[in-house]
C-alpha cells in the first residue's frame, strides 16, 4: 500500500521537473489500488488507499491553471471535479466501514478527502471532523507532516494564529528542514495575520527547497505580491 500511494503521489504533485501532475502515474497507481483491493477485499485499509487516490484523482482539471500553473486547493473550481471518481471514492469507503475492523491510515485520510468532496465550497466543509480525523491520524500514525496538515485544519475552525503556534512549534523538528510545506505553511499563516513583511522571506525559502518548476514559481510569486500589502 505505501509503494503504492508513493507511485500515486509522485503522478499527484511531483516532486521534480516542469510538470505539476504525471497523469500516467496516478492512473498506473489507481489500477494497482483496484486489483489489491479486489485481491484482499476484507482489508479496509486497501478500501480506503483506493478511496483516497480516487477522491484526489478527481481534483485534476482543477488543479491546473491555463498555463500549466498550480491552482491551490481553496482556488479550485469545484464544479470540475470528475464526480465519477468522487462517488467511486465515496463507495470505497463504505465498503471499507462495512468490514467492521479498525480505521487505519489511509482510510482515515481518505475520509479527510471526503469531506472535502462533498463541499460544494471551501467555507461548506466540515472542518472540525477534519481536525478531528487528522488528530486520530496522529494518533495511531504519528508524523510531523501530519501535525502540519493538521495545522492547517486548525486555522480554518481556531484562526491562523492558532495554527501558527502549531507550526512554529513543529519548525524545530529536523525531519522537515528540507520539506518546503512548512515554510510555505507559515508564510501563509503569517499573510492571514496580515504580516507580509514577515511572510514573504518564507516563500522565498519554501521556492528554494522545492525542485519543481512550476511549484517554485507559483511560491515567488507569492513572495513578489507580499510587496502590495
Not at 468532496?117 to 494518533?139: F, G, H, I, K, Q
Not at 514573504?200 to 527547497?209: T, V
Amino acid at each position: 500500500m505505501e509503494v503504492i500511494y508513493l507511485i500515486f503521489n509522485e503522478g499527484y504533485s511531483a516532486t521534480a521537473g516542469d510538470d505539476l501532475i504525471r497523469p500516467t502515474l496516478c492512473q498506473d497507481a489507481l489500477r494497482l489500488g483496484r486489483i489489491l483491493a479486489e485481491l484482499t477485499p476484507n482489508e479496509p485499509d486497501v478500501h480506503g488507499l483506493v478511496a483516497l487516490m480516487e477522491i484526489q484523482a478527481s481534483r485534476t482539471r482543477a488543479r491546473i491553471g491555463p498555463t500549466g500553473e498550480p491552482v491551490l486547493l481553496f482556488d479550485q473550481n469545484r464544479t470540475q471535479w470528475d464526480q465519477l471518481l468522487i462517488h467511486r471514492g465515496l463507495a470505497a469507503i463504505e465498503r471499507a466501514h462495512k468490514i467492521g475492523k479498525p480505521r487505519g491510515p489511509y482510510l482515515l485520510q481518505a475520509e479527510i478527502a471526503a469531506c472535502h468532496a462533498r463541499a460544494r465550497t471551501n467555507e461548506e466543509t466540515d472542518w472540525p471532523l477534519v481536525v478531528s480525523l487528522y488528530t486520530e491520524l496522529a494518533t495511531i500514525n504519528p508524523s510531523p507532516v501530519v501535525e502540519l496538515n493538521r495545522a492547517v485544519a486548525v486555522s480554518m475552525v481556531h484562526g491562523p494564529q492558532a495554527a501558527l503556534d502549531l507550526v512554529e512549534a513543529l519548525a524545530a523538528d529536523p525531519s522537515l528542514d528540507r520539506y518546503h510545506l512548512l515554510p510555505s505553511v507559515r508564510a501563509d499563516l503569517l499573510l492571514k495575520l496580515n504580516r507580509p513583511a514577515e511572510a514573504r522571506p518564507h516563500f522565498e525559502h519554501a521556492a528554494a527547497l522545492t525542485q519543481n518548476a512550476r511549484e517554485r514559481a507559483l511560491l515567488l510569486s507569492r513572495a513578489a505580491a507580499c510587496q502590495k500589502y
